[in-house]
């Protein structure tokens, strides 16, 4: 039986040398790549996801051991079936038009992706009309809003309603997040989710995805 | 007791050569790195480049020459004194001396009579300036909250309408736009009575948080600061990155890459019009590694606030940091910790103009009535400090001692009597010294409670005449005031 403790360790370790070279090792041995991506990288993402949320872990190790994550997919990629990788939802996230803050919302697009889902970080100060663009183009699942001022919160009521207006409201689920928004603004505009941080936006998406 | 203006500088981070090091350093970011910006700053940019700078239009990198910097950041004055309308509170900030006061932008406050934890409002503001009116130890209202009940075009105006009204102490607030701005200059020559009258006393002035912490410039706040600038409102230059997520996780890190930030906005205002009066703006911060949210009440972030202070003396222009931005989320023994530490380094550290240090709890995003005055007898014990011990004849009073002899006492001594209001901190009332008995009398409140009762009686006495009737009707006459 192929060790795959030993590559959880190391990737909760955020040793990339190891992990790597772990992960080859399996390759050679002929382990299944579907065994090497569930019972040993998401399984370790697993734990390192609640330990980030017990406060056992800094954001700083977390966001690491996400590449290192990253990486290894990368080299068990030509070995997985479609759909056993990646496609998991397409994320458009941004900051809306007006709003320059972009910590929070990188923080979320970061976890999103380490989480295994196609995330599209459009940047910050976006027009309702580009995260409507954004969302054609990119045939997106999901589209996430960040703000941070009281002042911007409005530019995410007329971003929800440029979606509707533009036909695509039932294309996507919409959430959004920010110091000042709550869950019940997130229900006043019509948007299908609200999370608090990081951590708790990551479920929600999966909650949200067929 | 009067205690502001007190000489700071007793704690001192940075030795003379760490000062020389970080500085150093600092220039040779903005020489190697140097800055980036987006569209809308063409002009700026032009500018510069005329002046000397190196620009690359397809990196949108702006790089500075040391030269060029050192006899630009040389215009600015080294004394900036911010005008109260009263006289009773002029900020003279220059070398050490320390003032402190409010900040913010808060958008939740805790009520004062339901306790609830809901959005702050412009009615808010106004009753937070006529409580800090009456705070002794609180020097300069900086607007601690916005008006989310009002609509977003409105704000800047009414703003400084609301603060204006409550207090004749010194009144900061950012603008939103260019047109804030001059709006917000016509609202005050008004009160002023006149645009020269306020350009040379100014009551009034501006915060733009001109940098995009690490290294980039905002271009709304970079316009506003210019046009602040050409118009000689003094104009506090906020930077403010987190340690570890927007400037490096090393203390010595963050405020070389402050002290570049710092220089490159000096040196654009100073060739925007040469002898303006501004303020070094860095404020040195920590993200929380467990969330990245900003962590206020970090120790560090008095060490590296009195740190950059000295950083600012170093090149000779007065600085506007920060000190007591709590993580708690009420006022507890928490945020009286992290705001004590904070506010006395800062203090001890020399910083010119504190915000942030009364009032705040939550990361920056909440006030509470009862915090104002809890921060109140914070910052008063910590002007205290600066005071120092005075060492001579008079105070040594060995003929006081004599005279009494063995086995007297002093409470009669017409020297007791002499040095009682200077030589004793007796605080605001918020904290509690008389014996238990009485304490339980009175309902055994805790210092929370009685924050509140005093915030209480200071907001029922009668409302202070800060704006004559004359000015009010000129100002309702040009714009639409909510209050
Ligand atoms: C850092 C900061 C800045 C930096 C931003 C740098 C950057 N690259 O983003 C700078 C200095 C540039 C800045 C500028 C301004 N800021 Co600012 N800023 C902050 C500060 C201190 C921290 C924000 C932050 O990065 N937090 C860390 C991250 C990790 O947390 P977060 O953003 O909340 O994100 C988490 C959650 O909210 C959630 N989340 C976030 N987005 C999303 C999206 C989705 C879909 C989901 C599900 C979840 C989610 O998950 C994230 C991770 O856990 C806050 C105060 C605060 N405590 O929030 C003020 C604050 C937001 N700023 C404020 C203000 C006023 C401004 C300015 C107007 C000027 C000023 N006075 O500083 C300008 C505005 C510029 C503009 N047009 O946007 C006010 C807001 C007041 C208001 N009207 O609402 C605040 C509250 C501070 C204050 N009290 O003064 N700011």
């Known amino acids: 039986m192929f060790n795959f403790t030993a590559i959880t360790e190391a990737l909760i370790a955020c ?3 190891k992990v790597l070279e772990l992960v080859e090792a399996g390759l050679r041995q002929a382990v299944p790549a579907k065994d090497l991506l569930d019972l040993g990288l998401i399984a370790g993402m697993d ?30 990629k030509p070995r997985l079936a479609e759909g056993e990788v990646g496609a998991k939802g397409k994320v458009v996230i941004g900051t809306v038009k007006g709003d320059l803050h972009d910590i929070g919302k990188n923080l979320v697009a970061m976890m999103l992706k380490s989480a295994g889902l196609e995330v599209h970080n459009i940047g910050v100060d976006i027009a309702p009309e580009r995260f409507v663009e954004e969302i054609k183009v990119k045939k997106a699942d999901i589209l996430a809003l960040s703000a941070l001022l009281t002042t911007t919160m409005p530019m995410m009521r007329e971003t929800v309603a440029a979606v509707v207006e533009a036909g695509v409201r039932n294309q996507v689920k919409i959430l959004v997040g920010g110091a000042p928004v709550t869950q019940a603004f997130a229900d006043e505009i019509g948007a299908d989710g609200y999370a608090a941080d990081a951590g708790s936006a990551t479920k929600l998406v999966k909650s949200l995805l067929p | 007791m009067d205690l502001k203006g007190l000489a700071g500088g007793q704690y001192k981070p940075l030795s003379e050569k760490d000062i020389q090091t970080i500085h150093e350093a600092a220039l040779g970011i903005l020489e190697k790195t140097g800055f980036t910006y987006e569209s809308g700053l063409e002009a700026t940019a032009g500018m510069l480049e005329a002046a000397g700078a190196r620009i690359d239009r397809t990196a949108a990198r702006i790089r500075f020459p040391r030269k060029f910097v050192l006899d630009h950041i040389r215009k600015a004055p080294r004394t900036v004194v911010l005008y109260s309308r009263t006289g009773r509170d002029d900020l003279d900030l220059t070398e050490n001396r320390v003032y402190l006061g409010t900040g913010g932008a808060a958008i939740r406050v805790i009520d004062l009579e339901t306790g609830e934890y809901r959005p702050t409002t412009l009615k808010d503001l106004y009753l937070l300036a006529r409580l800090v009116d009456k705070l002794d130890h609180i020097h300069f209202f900086l ?37 804030g701005f001059h709006k917000v200059l016509d609202l005050a ?32 706040s970079t316009l506003i600061m ?20 927007t400037s490096p996780i090393t203390m010595a890190a963050t405020l070389a890459q402050i002290h570049a930030e710092q220089l490159a906005g000096i040196t654009i205002c100073q060739m925007t019009n040469p002898g303006a009066p501004l303020l070094y703006g860095g404020i040195p911060g920590r993200a ?68 942030h240090a009364a009032g705040m709890l939550d990361s920056m995003v909440g006030v509470a009535y009862e915090q104002y005055v809890i921060d109140d007898e914070i910052i008063g014990m910590s002007c205290k400090v600066l005071k120092g011990i005075d060492v001579d004849p008079e105070h040594l009073a060995l003929e006081v001692i004599d005279s009494v002899g063995p086995g007297g006492n002093f409470m009669t001594h017409a020297h007791t009597l002499r040095h009682m209001r200077t030589e004793y901190f007796n605080g605001n009332g918020v904290s509690d010294r008389r014996s238990r008995n009485k304490w339980e009398q009175d309902g055994g409140l805790d210092a929370r409670e009685r924050g509140r009762q005093i915030a209480r009686k200071i907001l029922s006495a009668p409302e202070l005449p800060f704006l004559s009737e004359a000015a009010d009707k000129a100002i309702r006459r040009k714009f639409t005031i909510h209050l």
């Open chain 1, 15 to 17: 040793d990339q040398d």
């Open chain 1, 47 to 76: 734990v390192i996801g609640e330990r980030m949320e017990k406060e056992e872990m800094f954001i700083p190790e977390v966001l690491m051991a996400a590449m290192v994550m990253s990486a290894a997919v990368d080299l068990l």
């Open chain 2, 143 to 179: 607007r601690p909250c916005i008006p989310t009940d009002i609509p977003e075009d409105a704000y800047d105006v009414n703003m400084f309408y609301a603060c204006m009204k409550g207090t004749g102490k010194h009144v900061m607030s950012g603008v939103n736009n260019i047109d």
């Open chain 2, 189 to 220: 020559s008004i009160v002023a009575g006149g645009r020269e009258k306020l350009i040379e006393r100014p009551f009034i002035s501006i915060i733009t948080s001109f940098a995009i912490s690490p290294l980039k410039l905002c271009t709304a």
């Open chain 2, 226 to 245: 210019q046009e602040a600038i050409r118009h000689r409102i003094p104009v506090a230059l906020s930077c403010a990155p987190m340690a570890g997520s």
């Open chain 2, 288 to 355: 929380n590694l467990n969330t990245m949210g900003y962590l206020g009440g970090a120790v560090e972030c008095g060490m590296m606030n009195a740190a950059i202070h000295q950083m600012a003396h170093h090149i000779g222009v007065p600085n506007y940091n920060s000190s007591a931005l709590t993580d708690s989320k009420i006022p507890d023994q928490q945020a009286a910790w992290e705001k004590g530490m904070t506010t006395l380094l800062t203090a001890m550290g020399g910083c010119n103009y504190v915000h």
